[in-house]
């Protein structure tokens, strides 16, 4: 998902579906994680409408994929 899919005024989050990525289903985000949303984006901004991710990786290389 990208920063695009994030809704904070309406706390919605747009979620695409796997294989080709044309379904999606808005889902409605509780205040909290709407909350933690936005201290995420104070450690890694975005601009508005940006179709960068909107989580990612903050340590890869540690990651265990095998």
């Keep these: ?3 695009r899919d994030c809704d904070p005024v309406n706390k919605t989050l747009r979620i695409w579906g ?3 990525g ?3 289903e808005v889902v409605d985000l509780g205040a909290v994680t709407v909350q933690a949303i936005a201290d ?3 450690v890694k901004p975005i601009r508005a409408g ?3 991710p909107l989580f990612t990786a903050l340590d890869f290389p ?3 994929i095998g």
Aim: aromatic share 12%; glycine share 6%.
């Design 40 to 42: 995420w984006l104070e």
């Design 18 to 20: 796997k294989g080709r």
């Design 22 to 24: 044309i379904k999606s």
């Design 62 to 64: 540690n990651w265990d």
């Design 50 to 52: 940006e179709t960068d």
């Design 1 to 3: 998902m990208s920063a």
